[in-house]
């Protein structure tokens, strides 16, 4: 494991009580000095550059030779002090933690990406602007031969400095030929990143510190590892040493987060701070990807001093064998996160099968290693890992077929069958949940419009367990309901006579749901879909609000 020494002596801020004052929405610009001081893990004096022997305790990335230099430092240092700090443990590696109390939805971080390119299995994408490339008569770089969308695309900025690189493949072993998903794109974000190696020397420093499993991934033989550095060092003919082309790549894969580009297409990105962000199954920061690249980190609950930031790296809404079998397999851990020490998730039994003697019962599982054991706690019955994926693969295939979910009956029956062989917040269930709520989108008759509340607030439940807190699924579930429900009471409104003071409430639960969905959206950095939803929200809260008053004024005139 590749960590810098972080045993630095701790100097605590002595006012450090006044970096509590954050409010949801704020975040603190961290300058380069500070990221680079992270980066590398120690440093010279902030204030005379002497040799540093104490860091500050706040953040972890300032560094003094004393403390009549922290003191002096501080007034400057206090607006920029970063409310988190970096630590580090033998099994985990580095990792950030809350250095002062921090509310839901504090901006923690926002930063631009060192490098960007396509993802290491890709579909045709134009090195010049990272747009699709559509057909099978694309045009190609006159130089390296690699797809491009256009022939102006050729003299991008993006493309200009790896373009001489790639054309030293002269018999076009690397260019993909045709239109198919292909590995071969692979090695384009290793080039970039070791082109700034002259270009950004500080860029360079952080990739070169950052985690890699390099060694493990070349005695696994991982996919791509060694054809990508063989291609590198044999056909390109670069001049890096093969264990420094090996790491770069290693890192890649171990911190590169897929964005989407400008142009819409699925891409990779390395980031100097948000790569230091550890593991949870239940995290507590979510990220958003805004204009160009650039990443934003916040808290999606409130956080206590010391507690780890963490994100998942596979999407909380995993099952456990799919979570497992990621992080064990491209980020070499096994995760003993609170969720994945417990058998039941958290309550939710996401991952568990239901034992077919026992009523009531559900399945756990025996321990976290690739022979896990499905047993169950009263009548132990087991079953075997394959046997409960086998089964769980079965009900996914029925679950992708087109007509299974399309009228309310057969939505209805489908999601009851799914609950007698699974818990009702199964990963199953989801995923069953999901679809017949697509294909029941259009259909507003009122008893399709209560299954699909109903849905959606078992939804809200599950993924408030999950992946708590400010999360933008959150927003968007809220979204997405708060309207529902409103057509619904307005059907109800218009084709009944709804009991009054209950009907009242229902409206007011309405614009709560869309209040918060309002206040989760605006949190989502410009350049996303966040903000338009925010004001979508807002103008659907103000539309119960506004049928809350009337009904609500007329009901008292009826008195
Ligand atoms: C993107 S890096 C995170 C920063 C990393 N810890 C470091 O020192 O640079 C991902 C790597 O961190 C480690 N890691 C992340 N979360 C972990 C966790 N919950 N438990 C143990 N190791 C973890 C694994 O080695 C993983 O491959």
């Not at 670069?238 to 911190?255: C, G, K, M, S, V």
């Not at 968007?476 to 309901?481: F, Q, V």
């Not at 869309?514 to 809260?541: F, S």
């Amino acid at each position: 494991m590749s960590m810098n020494s972080m045993y630095l002596p701790l100097l605590w801020c002595q006012q450090q009580h006044k970096c509590d004052a954050f409010t949801p929405g704020q975040y603190i610009h961290i300058p380069p000095d500070l990221r680079t001081n992270i980066n590398m893990g120690g440093g010279s004096c902030g204030v005379c550059d002497a040799v540093a022997s104490m860091t500050c305790g706040g953040c972890g990335t300032m560094h003094y030779c004393g403390k009549e230099h922290q003191r002096q430092h501080w007034p400057q240092h206090r607006t920029q002090c970063p409310p988190y700090k970096m630590i580090s443990s033998p099994e985990a590696g580095r990792y950030l933690v809350a250095s002062r109390r921090l509310p839901a939805g504090q901006v923690l971080v926002e930063e631009q990406p060192l490098a960007v390119g396509p993802l290491s299995i890709s579909e045709l994408v134009c090195l010049g602007c990272h747009g699709p490339i559509i057909g099978d008569d694309f045009p190609r770089c006159p130089e390296c031969w690699w797809p491009l969308c256009s022939l102006e695309c050729a003299s991008s900025s993006l493309h200009q400095a790896e373009c001489p690189i790639l054309a030293t493949d002269v018999k076009h072993i690397g260019p993909p030929t045709t239109q198919m998903e292909t590995l071969r794109y692979d090695v384009i974000l290793s080039i970039r990143c070791l082109l700034l190696k002259s270009k950004d020397p500080t860029a360079w420093q952080t990739l070169m510190s950052m985690e890699h499993h390099s060694e493990q991934r070349q005695l696994n033989q991982e996919d791509n590892q060694v054809v990508t550095v063989r291609y590198m060092s044999e056909v390109l003919k670069l001049d890096y040493d093969i264990e420094t082309l090996h790491q770069i790549r290693a890192a890649i894969a171990t911190n590169g987060m897929e964005i989407r580009s400008e142009k819409n297409t699925r891409v990779r990105a390395m980031y100097p701070m948000v790569r230091l962000f550890n593991n949870s199954c239940v995290p507590n920061v979510h990220l958003s990807c805004g204009v160009e690249g650039t990443m934003q980190a916040r808290t999606t609950v409130p956080i206590k001093i010391g507690e780890p930031l963490c994100i998942c790296y596979t999407g909380a809404l995993m099952p456990a064998w799919e979570r497992y079998d990621t992080l064990t397999k491209t980020y070499h851990f096994t995760c003993n996160c609170t969720r994945c020490e417990d058998p039941t998730e958290l309550g939710t039994y996401f991952s568990c099968p239901r034992c077919p003697d026992c009523t009531g019962c559900y399945m756990l599982s025996s321990t976290w290693l690739d022979e896990t054991v499905w047993r169950c706690p009263t009548c132990k019955l087991e079953k075997t890992d394959t046997q409960v994926r086998e089964d769980i693969n079965d009900w996914l295939q029925r679950i992708l077929m087109d007509d299974i979910f399309n009228t309310f009956k057969r939505a209805k029956a489908t999601l009851q069958e799914v609950e007698d062989q699974f818990h009702a917040q199964h990963y199953v269930w989801m995923r069953a949940a999901h679809s017949a709520l697509y294909q029941l989108c259009d259909n507003n008759t009122e008893p399709a419009l209560k299954l699909r509340i109903k849905i959606w607030k078992k939804l809200v439940y599950l993924y408030s367990v999950l992946e708590p807190g400010l999360t933008k699924r959150r927003g968007m579930t809220l979204l997405e309901m708060g309207i529902i429900m409103l057509r619904a009471a307005k059907l109800e409104y218009d084709e009944g006579d709804p009991f009054m003071p209950e009907f009242l409430k229902q409206l007011q639960e309405i614009s709560e749901y869309l209040k918060e969905a309002t206040q989760i959206l605006q949190l989502e950095p410009v350049g996303t879909r966040g903000p338009a939803l925010a004001q979508r929200a807002e103008e659907k809260r103000a539309e119960a609000e506004e049928f809350l008053h009337r009904l609500d004024s007329s009901s008292v005139r009826a008195e």
